[in-house]
C-alpha cells in the first residue's frame, strides 16, 4: 500500500518533471521541440561548403582526422541547437578565418580580375581580326580565286559525293 | 659511403650538363663542328650517369639504408620491394632526379635522330635542353639532394651532405613509410606518366628556341615536334586522367576532381599544349599566328616548370612557406629567366614571324581556332587566377583565403560549353573561307538530330536545364564528328567499291591527323557524359546502421551485413572490412565491401570505396566509422555517381585517337618535313 502510493507519487512528480522539461524546451528552443537530432546529411550538406581548418583544401565532410569530426559533431549540436546555415557558418568563419569558406567572401574581387582579362584577349582577338580583315578586303577579288579553293580534301570528298547522289 | 657516391655521380652529371652548354654555345659561335659534337655527346652521356645516379638511390632505397634521410622519410622494412623502387618519385627530392632522368632520356632520343637537313637547329636544342637538365640537376645537388645522410652532432641529429667534422652516422631502425595514398598502383603510375608529359613539352620548346636564335621562322621546327608535341600530350592527358582514376579510389570523396592547387597546376600546361596543337594546323595551312604559337610554346615550359615544382613542395599553402622553402624563389628566378629570354627573342624575331596570309573570313576555320584558343587561354587566366589568388589576398590583406570548387565551376563551365560548340562548328568549316550558308548547310542535319535526342532526354531523363545544354552540346559534337566519318566512309565506299569497315580504316589510315582528331573529340564528348553525371546528378547519404539494417540511396538499398578487423603483419597494415548486400528495387545485386586500412608505420588511415560500377552509375560506399565496441554500429557514406563510367572509357577511346594521330605516317609526311617550306601540293596528304 505504502510503496503504491509511492509509486505514485514518483509518476506524478515524473509526470510533471516532464511536462516541465516539455514547456521549458518549447520556450527555449524551437529545435528541440521539432524533434530528433540532426541526421547525418543534414550535418553533411552544410560541412560540405565548409573547408578543413588545418588539412589543405580537404571540405569539411569528406575530412578524415578526428578533429574534422568533431567539427562535424559542432554542427550536429549547433542545427540541434536550432541554428541557421548562415549561423554556423558564420561561426566558422569568426573562430577559424574566412579560409574556412569554399570561396573568398569577396565574390566581386575573386571574380572580377579573370573577367577582365578574358574580355581583354577577347578584345585583342578581335581587333586582330579587324587587322587582318581590312587588307584583304582590297585584294579580295584577286585573293579569293587564289587561297578560298576550300580544303583539297574536303572538294574532293564533296565532289566524289555528288558523283555518287 | 654509397650516399657519397651518389652525390659525387650527379656533381659529375652537373658539370657535364654545363660543359654541354658552353661548348654548343662556343662551338656554335666560333664555326667549330667538333665542339658542337662534343656538345652533343657529352649531353648524350648525362642519361647513362642519371641513370647510374638513379640507381645508387634505388639501391639505398631497396636495401633500408636509413641513415639517408630521403630512404627514411619514404621506406619502411614492411614495404615490399617494387614499392621501394617506386618511392624513388615518392618525396621531392626523388621526383626531382626522376624527373631529371627523364629529361635526360627525352633529351638523348632527339639528339640521336638524324640531324642533317637541321644541323643549324642542333647547338640551340642542347643549350635548352641542358639548362633545363643543369637546373634540375643543381636543384637536386645544392637544395634537395636525396643523399643527405643523418649524423648525430653535439646540437643532436640532422642530415648533412658532408659528414661534419664532429659528426657520427647515425641510422634509424626503421624508416616512416611511403605515404600510404601513394602506395596505390594508380600513384605509381601517375607521376611518371605526368613527368612524361611535361619533360617531352621541352623538345618543341627547345626547338622553337633554335628556330628563333637561327632566324628560321618558318614552320619547320613544328613539323620537326609536331610528334614529339603529340606524344608530351598524350603522356600529360593521361597522367591527369591517372591522378583523377586514383583520386577517385583512394581519397575517398566520392569524385576524381577537386579543383585542388596541385591537380590545377598539372593541368594549366595542358591547356596551353592542347591550344598550341590546334595552332600550329594554322601556321601550317596558312603560315600564320606564328608570334602565337612561339608565346603558346613558351608559356607550356614555364608552365610546365611551374607545374612540377607546385606538385610536390605544398609551397602554395601560404605565402611564409614559400619564402621558407629553399627552392621557391629559385623556381620562380628560373621561371622569370626564361620567360623574359623567350619573350625578348620573340620580339626580337618579331618581323621576320609575320603572318604570309590574312584572315579572308570569321567563319573560316583559322578563325574559328583562335577563338578556340582564346577559349583555352581563358580557362587558363581562370585556372591561374584561383591558385595565385589566396597569396595574393595573403599578402595584401593579411587574410588567408580558400578558393574551392564552385569558384572554377562557375567560372569555367561557360567557357567548356563554348569549347564543346566549337568542337562541333569548327570541324566542319573550311579553312580560308566559309559563310553562314556553307556551314549551314553542313550543320542543320547533327543539330536537328541532337535537338531531338535533347528532347527525348528532357522527357526520360532530366529537366535540369544546364544538363540538358551540356547534353545538347555533346550531343551536336557527337553527330558532327560521326556525320563527318560517314561522309567520308560513304565517298570512299562508293569510289573505291569497299565495303564500310574496310573504308573506315582506310579512311582513318589516309588521313591520321583529321581522323585521329576526330577521334580524340569524340573521346572527349564521352568523358563529358561522364563529368556531367557526376556534376549534375550526384547523390549522396550517410548513415549509421546497426547490423542488418537497411539505407536506402536513389534505386539502391544496402544492407549492412557484417564488419572484420585483422592485421597483416608482413605489410604493416590492420584492415577493417564491412560488407554490405546491394539490392536495387527489392532485386539483390551482390555484395560490396568498403574498407579502412590503417599503416602502422605512418600512423594514416586509407579510405578504401567499396564500388559498383555500370555505364549508368556507380555506387560508391565509404566506411567512414565504426564503434569496435557495443552495438553502435557502423557509419557509411553513399554515392551514387551517374554516368562517371563514361570518363573512363572515354579516355582509352582518347588513348587510341592520339596514337593514331600520332603513328608515323611513311613516305608522304617525311617528304613534306624534309623539304621544309610549306608545300600546298603536300596538304592533301598530310590532311590535318
Sequence with gaps: MCQQKFLRVTYY??????????????????????????????????????????????????????????????????????????????????????????????????????????????????????????????????????????????????EELKKQK | MIANFGSGVLFITFLVTLYSVFAAIYGERKQIPALVESARRAMLLTWPLLTLTSLILIYLLVNDHYEVQFVYEVTSRSMPIYLKVTAWWGGQAGSLLFWSWLMAAFASLVTLRKWERDREFLPWVIVVACITLAFFIGMNLFFESPFKQFYQTFNGVAAYSFKPADGVLFRPEDGNGLNPLLRHPGMIIHPPMLYLGFVSFVIPYAFAIAALITNRTDDRWIRLTRRWTLWAWLFLSFGLVLGGRWAYDVLGWGGYWGWDPVEIAAFMPWLTGTAFLHSVMIQEKRGMLKHWNMLLIVLTYALVIFGTFLTRSGVLSSVHAFAQSAIGPLFFGFIALTLIVSVALILHRWSSLKSETEMTSLLSREALFLLNNLLFMSILVVCFWGVIFPLISELFSGQKVTVGPPFYERATSPLFGALMLLMGVAPLSAWAHSTVKTLGRALWKPTLAAVAITVTLFFTYTQKIGALIGFFLIAFVILVTLYEYWRGAYARQRSQGENVFTALWNLTRRNRRRYGGYIIHLSMMLMAIGILGIEMFQRETQGTLKHGETISLANYELTYREIAQWDDLPSGVNYRRA??????????????????????????????????????????????????????????????????NWLWLGSFLFLAGIVIAAWPEKETERAAVTAGARLPQKQTSAAD
Design chain 2, 579 to 644: 560488407v554490405l548486400d546491394v539490392y536495387e528495387n527489392g532485386e539483390y545485386l551482390g555484395q560490396i565491401a568498403p574498407r579502412i586500412d590503417y599503416y602502422y608505420d605512418s600512423e594514416q588511415n586509407m579510405t578504401i570505396p567499396g564500388q559498383r560500377s555500370t555505364f549508368r552509375d556507380d555506387l560508391y560506399v565509404l566506411l567512414v566509422d565504426w564503434e569496435p565496441v557495443g552495438e553502435s554500429g557502423a557509419t557509411f557514406k553513399i554515392f551514387v555517381n551517374p554516368l562517371v
Design chain 1, 13 to 158: 512528480k515524473l509526470l510533471l518533471g516532464a511536462i516541465a522539461a516539455l514547456a521549458l524546451s518549447f520556450l527555449s528552443s524551437v529545435a528541440l521541440a521539432q524533434g530528433p537530432t540532426p541526421t547525418d546529411d543534414e550535418v553533411n550538406r552544410i560541412a560540405k561548403q565548409l573547408y578543413c581548418p588545418v588539412c589543405e583544401s580537404t571540405p569539411l565532410d569528406a575530412c578524415p582526422t578526428e578533429a574534422c569530426r568533431q567539427w562535424r559533431d559542432l554542427i550536429r549540436t549547433m542545427l540541434a541547437e536550432g541554428k541557421s546555415e548562415a549561423e554556423i557558418k558564420q561561426y566558422f568563419v569568426d573562430h577559424y578565418g574566412v579560409r574556412v569558406l569554399a570561396e573568398p567572401p569577396n565574390r566581386l574581387a575573386t571574380y572580377l580580375i579573370p573577367a577582365i582579362a578574358i574580355l581583354l584577349g577577347a578584345l585583342l582577338l578581335f581587333r586582330g581580326f579587324q587587322m587582318w580583315m581590312k587588307p584583304s578586303k582590297a585584294r579580295v577579288a584577286v585573293k579569293t580565286a587564289q587561297t578560298s579553293a576550300p580544303d583539297p580534301y574536303v572538294a574532293r570528298l564533296e
